[in-house]
């Protein structure tokens, strides 16, 4: 009769101790500084940007400042003629007019790269098979945007904006071995 209960408690306390080890498993978030937090807001305050009439103070005011936003790359116009001709192969005179004006000038001539991620790394399964390396499984999920903005003096000529508005990647590492999958290699460079 002591038996059986001793055995009942030790089920109860493994099932309780293995159902609560997946929350054992780490997590990670890749979060820069961001201006926005989704991709629809990043979406939504790049559509305020018009060529001709958006200046370089109202890009600051929108969180678009190099000086204060991370990853947000200026550029020179050699930056911006070597982004816009390499990606198309296309020549100088097939770009809108106002960026031709805008390189022409060189100096004068600038743009900002924004590129903005939120990445969240999940890992998932079981605790033990993932503590012991034998299995580890990982969900990525997160969003992306990416725009370019050109200068000319202190007023916006032209953007360009891409993205991931969805990010979801799953990875998974088997090692048959677990933890000594890497041991040969070691051992053999002794």
């Given at each position: 009769?002591?038996?059986?209960?001793?055995?009942?408690?030790?089920?109860?306390?493994?099932s309780l101790g293995v159902s609560a080890c997946a929350s054992l498993l780490p997590s990670t978030?890749?979060?820069?500084?961001?201006?926005?937090?989704?991709?629809?807001?990043?979406?939504?305050?790049?559509?305020?940007?018009?060529?001709?009439?958006?200046?370089?103070?109202?890009?600051?005011?929108?969180?678009?400042?190099?000086?204060?936003t991370p990853n947000v790359t200026l550029l020179n116009h050699a930056d911006v003629t070597r982004?816009?001709?390499?990606?198309?192969?296309?020549?100088?005179?097939?770009?809108?007019?106002?960026?031709?004006?805008?390189?022409?000038?060189?100096?004068?001539?600038?743009?900002?790269?924004?590129?903005?991620?939120?990445?969240?790394?999940?890992?998932?399964?079981?605790?033990?098979?993932?503590?012991?390396?034998?299995?580890?499984?990982?969900?990525?999920?997160?969003?992306?945007?990416?725009?370019?903005?050109?200068?000319?003096?202190?007023?916006?000529?032209?953007?360009?904006?891409?993205?991931?508005?969805?990010?979801?990647?799953?990875?998974?590492?088997?090692?048959?071995?677990?933890?000594?999958?890497?041991?040969?290699?070691?051992?053999?460079?002794?």
């Open positions: 009769m002591l038996i059986k209960k001793t055995h009942r408690i030790c089920v109860v306390f493994l978030k890749q979060i820069n500084d961001l201006p926005w937090n989704s991709y629809q807001q990043a979406q939504q305050v790049f559509a305020l940007i018009t060529p001709t009439q958006t200046r370089l103070p109202d890009l600051q005011k929108m969180g678009i400042d190099p000086d204060k982004r816009l001709v390499a990606i198309s192969t296309l020549e100088i005179s097939f770009l809108p007019p106002l960026v031709q004006q805008c390189l022409a000038s060189y100096t004068e001539c600038f743009a900002f790269q924004i590129e903005q991620k939120r990445l969240d790394r999940k890992r998932y399964g079981n605790f033990w098979l993932d503590f012991l390396t034998f299995n580890r499984k990982v969900e990525i999920s997160g969003w992306q945007f990416e725009a370019l903005i050109i200068m000319h003096k202190d007023v916006v000529v032209y953007k360009l904006w891409t993205g991931k508005p969805t990010i979801l990647q799953l990875e998974e590492e088997r090692n048959p071995l677990g933890p000594l999958q890497g041991a040969g290699s070691s051992i053999l460079k002794r």
